[in-house]
């Protein structure tokens, strides 16, 4: 097995059992390793520490992958990988996140990591319209498009035709280095920020499910444009 650098392997993973449960590559002869690998979880399969997988069994082993994509792991855990003179295997680790550093290493392959264009806090990589600190922020994958994080609601006041607006969305809570916050437009050009408050949190574990309200309320012959957005925190 020659694979060049620009060689692509996916590898399916939904537990420690070879080829019933992940996916092996095995070779006969010499597999000489290059290109990129990126692992890929089935049905929420989340790696256990310490657990193993062994991806490539082969008479000798050369090279390595030059990248290496555990994003869609998850925040938790990371596989360190060993090439060996038989065998590619995998040990899964504990990982922890601190900060958007992080956060930057653990989400990107090295080379994606080091690039400002790519892994900088203001970047969108995979096009979704969440930026890498949402991203980061909110829970989700900045290599995957998802949909969005956040969900709007419209509630009547006591008085006649207005309305309060709140948003209610998920916050990782190893996340103390950005904070949310509102912004307005009236005509999805011109941004301005907008003061809202929290006005509910429940503590899910990983995640807390947050909800919070605009603080000035609207009418029925305004028309308004709200976002959320995740900037550092001062």
């Given amino acids: 097995l020659n694979l060049d650098p620009t060689s692509q392997v996916h590898l399916e993973i939904s537990g420690t059992e070879a080829e019933a449960m992940y996916d092996q590559i095995e070779v006969t002869g010499t597999a000489a390793l290059g290109g990129k690998l990126t692992l890929y979880p089935i049905g929420g399969y989340e790696p256990l520490e310490n657990e193993q997988f062994e991806f490539v069994k082969a008479m000798d082993i050369t090279g390595g992958f030059v990248e290496i994509d555990q994003s869609r792991l998850g ?94 969305f998920d916050w990782a809570n190893d996340v103390t280095d950005s904070v949310w916050f509102f912004e307005v437009s009236d005509d999805l050009s011109d941004w301005t920020e907008a003061a809202a408050t929290e006005t509910g949190r429940v503590n899910n574990g990983d995640f807390s499910r947050i909800t919070a309200a605009w603080t000035d309320p609207i009418n029925l012959t305004q028309r308004i444009f709200l976002r959320i957005g995740v900037k550092e925190s001062l």
């Fill in 75 to 168: 925040r938790d855990v990371r596989l360190d990988f060993e090439v060996g003179n038989t065998g590619l295997m995998a040990t899964a680790m504990p990982l922890t996140i601190g900060s958007y550093a992080d956060w930057r290493q653990a989400f990107f392959t090295e080379p994606d990591a080091a690039d400002d264009l790519v892994s900088g806090p203001d970047q969108d990589p995979d096009g979704d319209g969440s930026t890498n600190r949402m991203e980061y922020a909110f829970g989700g994958n900045p290599n995957v498009p998802e949909g969005s994080p956040v969900t709007f609601d419209l509630n009547e006041t006591a008085n006649p035709d207005e309305y309060a607006v709140t948003a209610t």
